[in-house]
């Protein structure tokens, strides 16, 4: 079995996920290559969100009865986890959404319905990037449309890192908000977040980061970050579906609108008018996801039992050990940064003339799990000259056996197709 320095003990950590033991399709072996798109989710979360249900479940925050004041502690102490797991000044910065897309549209729509000095209007500009996903193109685009702003982006290097040559130009004294996505979906670029903020900062506009693809894999301090707003979601990061979070900043918390009514998110309702409550609540209307965020606060507490430094070395070992094997895959191609440097722990490529859809059904037939198509960046697939890519992503529990069993499957592949 291959030996790599810095991984974790991954025989270990897969005895946490039963869903790894699954044999598919005659009895093979599965091996999920698809993390980028969804983790798995170990027992200790699983266990709890079971022990939620089956023992504190109700409604939170205005009963008064033992479950409901159960169930509000165990909501109010999911926010303290990712407030530490993020190193969040305060708490209170902590807002739950569905998953990052609804923590982006939040931003979107806040800034569209503010006041000055924050408003986006017809003289402002927005920027982001040509390799957002699409949660960070089309609500800006939304946001644009309804205001008259200007949607700028920067563009794309030939080895899929940002062209920031023109930076001065793209982010200038108009520019309200820049929103860009720290780790690529699709490339698995890393951006140089400080350069952005600086120039953000310089002219005064908002920064908004989407982490959905950082908080995973690698310690995120918000406050290191500078940014203004920060989204992630929870389903990438071995929590459950259908919840995620928008770190903001408490100063623009307090100053911006909120964004859906109803109830919870209020203080006082007449006929006539409503006045509403501090955030985090102000922007929480509404039953919140409440097992879904208890949920996070268990695999918050998982990752961090084995530590976001050690998942970042163990997922750049894999990653390196991938690149190096991939590029021995004749007639392979590596869209984004070929190299283990400066990159996530997601690989997109091609292989010759064969569509990464035939490319992933024939991997599945062979057990192995990997995402296929525009992975919701098609600007990036645009840019590139290519109909789609297949994407490998890899994780906490991924190993060289993973790796090696995808080159062998890539081989099967390319003998199908002759």
Not at 128 to 134: D, G, N, P, R
């Amino acid at each position: 079995m291959t030996q790599l320095p810095g991984l974790l003990d991954t025989e270990a950590l897969r005895k946490d996920f039963p869903i790894l033991d699954r044999v598919v399709h005659d009895g093979k072996k599965l091996v999920y290559l698809d993390n980028a798109a969804t983790s798995q989710t170990p027992r200790q979360v699983l266990d709890v969100l079971s022990e939620y249900y089956e023992q504190h479940n109700a409604n939170v925050h205005r009963g008064v009865h033992v479950l409901a004041e159960e169930a509000t502690a165990l909501y109010e102490g999911a926010r303290d986890k990712v407030a530490e797991f993020i190193n969040a000044p305060s708490r209170d910065e902590v807002i739950f959404t569905k998953n990052a897309s609804e923590s982006l549209n939040l931003v979107a729509n806040m800034l569209g319905w503010a006041d000055e000095p924050y408003r986006v209007d017809h003289e402002t500009e927005i920027v982001i990037t040509e390799m957002e996903h699409h949660s960070n193109i089309v609500p800006w685009q939304l946001l644009a449309q309804r205001t008259g702003a200007k949607l700028k982006w920067f563009g794309l290097t030939d080895d899929g890192r940002l062209d920031l040559s023109d930076i001065d130009e793209i982010i200038t004294e108009k520019t309200k908000i820049v929103s860009f996505v720290l780790v690529s979906n699709i490339l698995g670029t890393v951006n140089p977040v400080e350069a952005i903020v600086r120039r953000a900062q310089e002219v005064g506009a908002l920064v908004c980061v989407d982490a959905s693809q950082a908080a995973p894999h690698m310690p995120l301090d918000v406050q290191a970050l500078q940014a203004d707003f920060v989204a992630f979601t929870g389903h990438k990061m071995c929590g459950p579906t259908g919840i995620g979070v928008l770190w903001g900043r408490q100063e623009l918390l307090e100053d911006l609108p909120p964004f859906l009514g109803g109830g919870e998110m209020i203080e006082t309702v007449s006929m006539s008018s409503s006045t509403y409550a501090p955030a985090p609540h102000k922007f929480e209307a509404g039953t919140p996801p409440i097992a879904q965020a208890v949920g996070l606060g268990a695999a918050i507490d998982y990752l961090s039992a084995i530590g976001m430094d050690k998942i970042l070395a163990h997922e750049h070992a894999i990653t390196e050990y991938a690149v190096k094997r991939l590029l021995e895959v004749p007639d392979l191609r590596i869209i984004g940064p070929a190299t283990a440097e400066e990159r996530g722990a997601a690989i997109s490529f091609t292989l010759g003339d064969i569509h990464p859809h035939d490319v992933g059904q024939v991997l599945d037939e062979q057990g192995i799990a990997v995402r296929v198509g525009h992975h919701c960046a098609r600007p990036v697939c645009l840019r590139y000259g290519i109909p789609a890519t297949t994407r490998a992503s890899f994780y906490l529990y991924s190993t060289p056996a993973d790796i090696d069993a995808l080159v062998d499957g890539l081989e099967h592949v390319r003998n199908f197709f002759g």
